[in-house]
Structure formats: C-alpha cells, structure tokens
C-alpha cells in the first residue's frame, strides 16, 4: 500500500506518519507514505499557493496549478494515477467500512490536504476521485483528517499489526462497539476485574467479550445496533448470547429508569 499527502505542512505529517507502529510498517516495507510540499510546485518566486476567490468573499482558495503540478508529479513517480481523495467537510462520511474499501479496492491513495477556503473545484473537477469527510465540523486544514485516513486503511495492510484479530475485533468491524478492557492490578481503586476474565476459562471469557459489546452497543450506540443484522448468527449459542445481552440491557435500563433523584 502506498500513500502520498498533497500538504503545505509536511513536517507535521511526517512527525506522525513516520513513527511508532506506521514507522515500523514502513521501515519492514509493508507499506509507504510519503509527503510532498504544494509550495513546491508553484511558479512564482513567493511560492504562493492560494489568491482571492472569484465572486468576492472573505478568505482565500488555493489555486488549481501548484495542486496539479504536485499531483502530477506523484502520479509520475508512482508510474500509476492514485485514487486521489480530497478530505472535505462535503464528502461522504469517513467509516471503519470505507477504510476497509479503501484497503481492499487500491493499493495507492493520493490524499489531498486543502486550507483557507478551500480548493478551486477545477483541481477537484480534473483530478479527484472522490471527497472524504471526517464528520460534520470543520478544521483548519486536511493534514488531520488524511492522517487519520493512512491510519486507519494502513493498520489493516497485512504485516502492519501482528494479524488480523489486533483490528477484527475492535469497535466498528462488525458494525459493534468493542467489550471492556481490563489490565493488571487486579483491583485497582476498590474496583475488581470481572471474574470471568480471571477464569482461564476461553469460551466462556469470548461469550462474554460478545455480551458486552452487544450491551455496550445498544447503550452508546443505539443508532449502530438498529443496523445489527441479526440473521448473521448462524449458531444457537450466538442467539443465546444475544438474546443475554438484550436481557441484561433491559433489566439495567428499568434500574435505571426507577433510582431516585438525588
């Protein structure tokens, strides 16, 4: 997998992109990202990347040349045209399931990192594939929002993690929230680990990982849990956990709804 960033702060990408468990990755091969400065590839002697845009209005946009020149340039040294994403608020929802897209449908990503005002729709019209979005806000620039897109399509390239369950059983995978996690001491605060994870006992702890993360869906996310396909339990014991966890959630739900207002 290899990604390129269209930046104008590529200092600040490098610093994340290249250590830790993506530092790692690149040094193994497994994959690459690489950052490119816009300013670059401007034609002036100010290196100036953006101007007033036409039809007045405050701010300013970058221009369609220094961001085709630097696209350009990648796609030439790549020796192939890269999915080339634009990260805006006026994109479609960045999700778990379009990482896995992503991952699984192209092996280079051009990601485009725009500020001020935006970009000239030119660029956009000519070279960009498609508009990813964070969520709805809006931030000053799109070097956090392509960070977090190369992290999370990155961790799911074979050999990044040390396999496949460090991501397959993390929230949003399966369209569920991710169980509880506990570590060493074993009470901490006068809070106690539940027992069953100190039991040794596998299938039972699995059970109850899947229990909680159903509960834990249907508390926090309950828009998630209404997508939950069901039909997709395709054994008894996967019912009777489900059907537990609808239990429990229910009689926690009434508890609440009957304790006193202090």
């Keep these: 997998m290899r990604i390129d960033i269209l930046t104008l702060f590529p200092a600040s990408v490098d610093a994340m992109m290249n250590v830790s468990i993506l530092g790692r990755a690149q040094e193994r091969g497994y994959i690459t990202i690489k950052t490119h400065q816009i300013r670059d590839y401007t034609t002036n002697k100010q290196m100036q990347v953006d101007d007033y845009p036409y ?5 300013a946009v ?5 961001l085709y020149r630097c696209w350009a340039h990648v796609c030439e040294e790549a020796g192939s045209r890269g999915h080339t994403i634009y990260l805006s608020p006026c994109g479609r929802t960045f999700t778990q399931s379009v990482a896995r897209e ?3 449908k192209y092996d280079h990503l051009i990601l485009v990192c725009g500020h001020y005002e935006g970009i000239d729709q030119r660029f956009i019209d000519a ?10 806000f809006v931030l000053t620039g799109g070097e956090i929002p392509a960070m977090a897109v190369a992290d999370a399509v990155c961790r799911m390239v074979p050999g990044v993690l040390p396999d496949a369950e460090c991501f397959e059983e993390e929230s949003h995978w399966d369209g569920l929230l991710e169980y509880p996690q506990y570590s060493r001491p074993a009470v901490w605060h006068d809070r106690a680990v539940p027992e069953i994870l100190l039991s040794g006992d596998h299938a039972k702890v699995a059970a109850w990982r899947k229990k909680e993360s ?21 054994t008894k014991a996967e019912r009777k956990i489900l059907a537990q966890a609808k239990e429990e959630f229910a009689a926690e739900q009434a508890e609440t709804s009957t304790e006193p207002e202090e």
């Design 55 to 59: 039809g007045g209005g405050r701010g």
């Design 62 to 66: 970058m221009q369609a040349d220094p």
């Design 102 to 104: 992503l991952k699984d």
């Design 127 to 136: 070279c960009v594939d498609e508009e990813l979005s964070m969520g709805d």
């Design 214 to 234: 159903y509960k834990r869906t249907m508390t926090r996310r309950p828009d998630l849990f209404a997508h939950f396909d069901e039909t997709k339990l395709t």
